[in-house]
């Protein structure tokens, strides 16, 4: 079934773009052609108008009732005016020129106007959302789900969230009841700094070897270091913003915006504090990313299969999760008390 369905999107896919396309392909050949050379004023005339307009509208139509953006017509407008204006002699552009001055500014403010609606609805979807879900990146997560492409959001989260957490969000974070902390004790912040300041040193040296070989390579080496500091100090100031919590009937287990995981109280089958060696398979999983780089002192077993979620939506299921937390007794006390009076 799974076969079918696929070919059935691949031959979907090759009609919705394929005839454009085609038709694309057909005027560029056209204008290329002896014909034209015959009569260049009327099949310039000609061309124009079904690059710019005939094939846009007949786009939107294969497209209408399709799950593809309608604002997808607008690069294809944009292609046919690029086009037409490398096919067509200068002398017969007056058409494009008209399309140029009379139509294309108004494309470029419904595009504005489109962005703009759409960034001041996630604002309004964010605040909802916000107002449920007190923690900036599940409200986030959320908004941008509900908006975007799956694969699109995932990015643009982690993306977000990293410039959130890391230089917009400067308040101490006070623990509430049943919040609990995981790098006080861990040495994952020193972990982190010191890859930050290795980072640093490593940008500088780098720069400036390849500085002598190539200033554009040095550049982009810099940048790219630059952007994966900015990363580390994003992921490593969320670790202090969003604590591990039980609320109700819930478990949330998070590691910054690193990863985390929702378990039910009621899966819950045992919660044991251990440091003790442990074999990590597809079965066992560890919360945080780093594994052997950042000790346990907590282990959970469940009875059913859980989710663990990790950077950009990448998911992996386990039965036994290991991770550390500051006060592990207080933490064993309370979801002790929790699975009591939430079990089956």
């Known amino acids: 079934m799974s076969k079918i369905n696929t070919a059935t999107k691949t031959s979907n896919s090759l009609i919705v773009f394929g005839i454009p396309l085609l038709l694309i ?3 560029v050949l056209i204008a290329k052609s002896k014909i034209f050379e015959v009569n260049p004023g009327t099949l310039s005339f000609a061309i124009t ?3 710019l307009f005939t094939i846009p509208i007949l786009y939107f139509l ?8 309608k604002t997808t017509i607008i690069p294809f407008f944009v292609i046919g005016m690029l086009i037409t204006s490398y096919i067509i002699p200068k002398e017969h552009q007056s058409l494009l020129n008209w399309a140029k001055n009379w139509i294309f500014p108004f494309v470029e403010l419904g595009v504005f106007m489109y962005l703009f609606y759409k960034v001041r609805k996630t604002i309004k979807r964010y605040n909802a959302n916000a107002k449920l879900k007190p923690d900036f990146l599940s409200a986030l997560k959320e908004t941008s789900h509900e908006i975007l492409p799956k694969k699109i959001a995932s990015l643009l989260t982690m993306e977000l969230a990293v410039v959130y957490y890391g230089f917009i969000d400067w308040k101490k974070k006070r623990l509430a009841q049943h919040e609990f902390s995981y790098h006080k004790k861990s040495g994952t912040i020193s972990l982190l700094i010191a890859l930050i300041v290795i980072i640093t ?5 780098l720069h400036v070897l390849l500085l002598k070989w190539s200033p554009i390579a040095a550049w982009i080496a810099t940048i790219l270091s630059m952007y994966s500091g900015i990363q580390l100090f994003g992921f490593l100031k969320s670790l202090m913003k969003r604590p591990i919590a039980i609320e109700e009937d ?4 998070r590691y910054g915006i690193l990863s985390e995981t929702i378990i039910d109280i009621a899966n819950i ?16 999983r560890k919360l945080s990313p780093f594994g052997e780089l950042e000790a346990h002192n907590m282990v959970i077993r469940l009875k059913k299969e859980n989710t663990l979620t990790g950077l950009y939506g990448i ?3 386990f039965t036994t999760i290991a991770f550390f937390i500051d006060n ?3 933490f064993k006390g309370e979801l002790e008390k929790s699975i009591v009076l939430f079990q089956d």
């Not at 294969?62 to 953006?69: A, C, F, G, R």
């Not at 040193?201 to 040296?205: A, F, G, L, M």
């Not at 044991?272 to 066992?284: G, Q």
Request: aromatic fraction near 4%.
């Open 25 to 27: 392909l057909s005027m």
């Open 49 to 51: 108008i079904d690059l």
């Open 62 to 69: 294969l497209i209408k009732k399709k799950n593809i953006p």
């Open 201 to 205: 040193i490593e940008t500088y040296v």
């Open 250 to 253: 819930k478990l949330h287990l």
């Open 269 to 284: 089958d045992a919660i044991e504090i251990t440091s003790k060696d442990m074999v990590f398979d597809t079965k066992t």
């Open 315 to 317: 998911q992996k299921t």
């Open 328 to 330: 592990k007794e207080e």
